[in-house]
């Protein structure tokens, strides 16, 4: 199993807590062999954490073009009818995925097509387990445009402070069903809307999903014409 190089900076920072600790307690008068103790335990947890976290595993998608998939590891939290004014501008379904601060935090194209990415948007940060949080957090929007079209929001909350798209910000892109398009930092939300004409949810709330394995639904007709 991979794990992501944005892990780098966040072991550093691991180590350098430790030291911190252990220099603290050696100025508190606490022995050396104490001391020293004091800064490897939590360094070692939070380094074993951090690799943990930042895992990318490798996965193959289902070969069927019908199906749509799950774009991040969790709960399937939410299935709402919303009418997407600002880029699909039609009646959509929105699936939003709950992600806990120990999956899979990478985010792959739930279809196929030609993604864009329309920028990082400012706003709140509620708990992305809220319902609010679709509408106001801030979030990356990216709109993949195939056999149907999905706008994706990588939804920012109160511990996640970071979203990532990883492909071109300036020009669209090819994408497969299952490639990794970015990555959400320690607990997060991922959006999906889909035109209601155009598939059929098959997914229910409360199941748990992988990004790029996990069937949500399928795009009506025939998607090899």
């Known amino acids: 199993m991979g794990v992501r190089e944005e892990v780098v900076p966040f072991i550093f920072g691991a180590i350098v807590f430790g030291i911190i600790i252990a220099v603290v307690c050696r100025l508190c008068g606490i022995t050396v062999q104490r001391g020293i103790l004091s800064g490897v335990i939590p360094a070692v947890v939070l380094i074993s954490y951090f690799f943990y976290f930042f895992r990318d595993p490798e996965r193959t998608p289902p070969a069927d073009e019908a199906l749509i998939l799950a774009g991040a590891d969790g709960v399937l939290a939410c299935i709402k009818d919303v009418r997407e004014e600002k880029d699909l501008k039609t009646d959509t379904i929105r699936v939003s995925i709950f992600l806990s601060l120990f999956d899979v935090h990478v985010n792959r194209a739930p279809i196929s097509g030609k993604s864009r990415f329309l920028g990082y948007f400012k706003g709140k940060h509620f708990f992305t387990f809220k319902e609010k949080s679709s509408d106001y957090n801030q ?87």
């Not at 993949?144 to 909350?157: D, N, S």
């Not at 990794?180 to 997060?188: A, E, L, V, Y």
């Not at 748990?208 to 399928?218: D, E, N, P, Q």
């Open 139 to 225: 979030h990356n929007a990216i709109l993949i445009e195939g056999k149907t079209r999905c706008l994706v929001k990588q939804i920012v909350g109160p511990v996640c402070r970071r979203v990532v798209y990883w492909p071109d910000h300036d020009n669209p892109v090819d994408l497969k069903k299952g490639d990794r398009i970015g990555m959400m930092k320690f607990g997060s939300r991922l959006d999906m809307y889909f035109p209601k004409s155009d598939v059929e949810i098959t997914a229910k709330v409360g199941d748990k999903v992988s990004a790029g394995l996990t069937g949500i639904g399928r795009i009506k007709g025939d998607v090899n014409k």
